[in-house]
């Protein structure tokens, strides 16, 4: 099994740099949780053997991950079939080898609360580090970007001129473009002020992630635990309930479907105030909305 493991990382190391880093984790795992451990003749392993690591790590693994698992498993044994070590794999006999994924529960924080947060974080007076995470967090928020797009940015990016800001979208190593918006002008001003260099080289953020930052404010706040892709939702919310045509909240969100993701995904996110923003755009057609049930889910 240890040498088939080594096998299986020869023939996916030209996969992405995320699929990999998932296939490392699952490995890790399996080394040390495998029944009898790994040093074991794959032609020895039965199908009892995976469902029992499955069965393991079962509770613990969302739906999604748990494929994830047991895709693993299935490609690790395609190779040992191909390379005719076995005859069958023994995952064909596996007795959960999908499952069908939950459907979501998605949280975004309000405008209020998100301006909570940042607040919070930079009230922190025993750390130097409270400012700078603190305009990070805050920059995720009101340009609407994620943490690696932000994490990435120099101040050649920054285009005053034409008032956009340029990005790198790490998926797809595309460049897409966000405006500098009213609401964001006055950070970024305030962050050229006190830059150590302009040079065009030079990083806007020193700080790369603000997931303990976050934790923590949640926990003092006591909202819930928001994350940093939840701070950048804030934007389309904002550009949502402003009434902004969602091919344009998609394209300065990077995305190359039209807004088909947004109505698809994010106006989920949504919830109460979506029917709000359909409320005011009836209102204003002189169009009362009829009365429904409103289904609240909590966040998690």
Known sequence: MRELLERFIAVNQGRSVKTQGTNDSIIRKMMKTWPGGIDIEVRQIRPSHLDEWLALHEARLKNTSYNRYAGFLKQLFEIAVKDRIIAESPFEQVTTRWKKPQEPIRCVPTIEQFQAIVDEIRAQRYTKFAAPTAHFVEFLGLAGVGQAEAASLTWGDVDWQNERISFRRHKTDARFYVPIYSHLRPLLERLKRTAVSLARNA???????????????FERLGYP?????????????????????????????????????????????????????????????GIPLPKCRIIRHNCR
Not at 205 to 216: P, Y
Not at 267 to 278: I, K, L, M, P, R
């Open 203 to 217: 990083p806007v953020f020193h700080i790369h992630d603000a997931k303990k930052a976050l934790k923590a404010a």
């Open 225 to 285: 635990n928001f994350s940093q892709r939840n701070i950048r939702q804030c934007l389309i919310l904002r550009l949502w309930k402003a009434g902004v045509d969602k091919k344009l909240i998609a394209k300065w969100q990077g995305h190359q479907d039209g807004g088909q993701l947004i109505m698809d995904t994010y106006t989920e996110v949504f919830g109460d105030d979506d029917a709000q923003y359909e409320r005011q755009q009836l209102a204003k057609l």
